[in-house]
T-cell receptor, first 113, second 114 residues
């Protein structure tokens, strides 16, 4: 049972534009929502994370928006750059003890000049 | 070391053979995780170690899969009698404290079963 649904599967954005990736979760026990960035041949790297006590978190050009009632969260990349081209994964877990992460299926983002 | 090291980086094996994948976590990291990433899919949790015990091995897909960890160091994931559906990138992550907040992933082992 897929507990985290991610869309779109792929996304092409022009340089300087806003990239938006969406995720929805089912398990209401989840209370930690990270986003990972993965370049080809590398492992995923933590980009930004949010807990449900806030509706938005911003770090530089990256913002997570969180809607607890809808069980949805999204990643916004402002002023997208070619170096942002990568695969992005949302994930969720209980921030309790040593909980495993449940990942979305990933979004391949391509930023074109 | 500076990061999580996995070896080999690539492995091609014949169907039915056994393979061992190795993970060297960051020194001092007590928690270690194995995930599997199939082509075009997200990461699937396999097993988690705290020290050398495995409190959660719920993600191991069959009894052909096993893993061990010596102390708070190296872990080995073993797949016996490999099948073509085992082809994937196997990723290891470690963290200093419990919880997912400080995962550091290795670059993975790409396993191809032919």
């Amino acid at each position: 049972q897929q507990q985290v649904k991610q869309s779109p599967q792929s996304l092409i954005v022009q340089k300087g534009g806003i990239s938006i990736i969406n995720c929805a979760y089912e398990n209401t026990a989840f209370d930690y929502f990270p986003w990972y960035q993965q370049f080809p041949g590398k492992g995923p790297a933590l980009l930004i994370a949010i807990r449900p006590d806030v509706s938005e978190k911003k770090e530089g050009r990256f913002t997570i928006s969180f809607n607890k009632s809808a069980k949805q969260f999204s990643l916004h990349i402002m002023d997208s750059q070619p170096g942002d081209s990568a695969t992005y994964f949302c994930a969720a877990s209980r921030d309790f003890g040593n909980e495993k992460l449940t990942f979305g299926t990933g979004t391949r983002l391509t930023i074109i000049p | 070391g500076a990061g999580v090291s996995q070896s080999p980086s690539n492995k091609v094996t014949e169907k039915g053979k056994d393979v061992e994948l190795r993970c060297d976590p960051i020194s001092g990291h007590t928690a270690l995780y194995w995930y599997r990433q199939r082509l075009g899919q997200g990461l699937e949790f396999l097993i988690y170690f705290q020290g050398n015990s495995a409190p959660d091995k719920s993600g191991l897909p069959s009894d052909r899969f096993s893993a061990e960890r010596t102390g708070e160091s190296v872990s080995t994931l073993t797949i016996q009698r490999t099948q073509q559906e085992d082809s994937a990138v196997y990723l290891c992550a470690s963290s200093f404290e419990t919880g997912p907040l400080r995962y550091t992933f290795g670059s993975g082992t790409r396993l191809t079963v032919v």
